[in-house]
Nanobody, 115 residues
């Protein structure tokens, strides 16, 4: 049974940074592409980033490219998202997911960017 538990969200000022974590269990994490998706208030799910099983390839949405960095530690079954230069529009619930649509995601962690 896939279990994904996100953490690390919070309130941050514009221009600030946060690092999200996602602890994975119940599946062979080391063989999966992993994704971060987000949902802003009143909007649908938005794909943010993806990383390959051995971290050889990464991809980012245009809206976060150059500001966010996805990474993973296969020894710890953990996925990360380093978020820098945060903007108001990054405010959302962030989820890790085994697919890019977010259909298999955790409970999420709230990120609020506000002065």
């Amino acid at each position: 049974q896939v279990q994904l538990v996100e953490s690390g969200g919070g309130l941050v000022q514009p221009g600030g940074s946060l690092r999200l974590s996602c602890a994975a269990s119940g599946f062979k994490f080391t063989t999966y592409y992993m994704n971060w998706v987000r949902q802003a208030p009143g909007k649908g799910l938005e794909w943010v980033s993806q990383i390959s099983p051995r971290s050889t390839t990464t991809a980012y949405a245009d809206s976060v490219n150059g500001r966010f960095t996805i990474s993973r530690d296969n020894a710890k079954n953990t996925l990360y998202l380093q978020m820098n230069s945060l903007k108001d529009e990054d405010t959302a619930v962030y989820y890790c997911s085994t697919d890019g649509s977010g259909s298999n995601r955790g409970q999420g962690t709230q990120v609020t960017v506000s002065s």
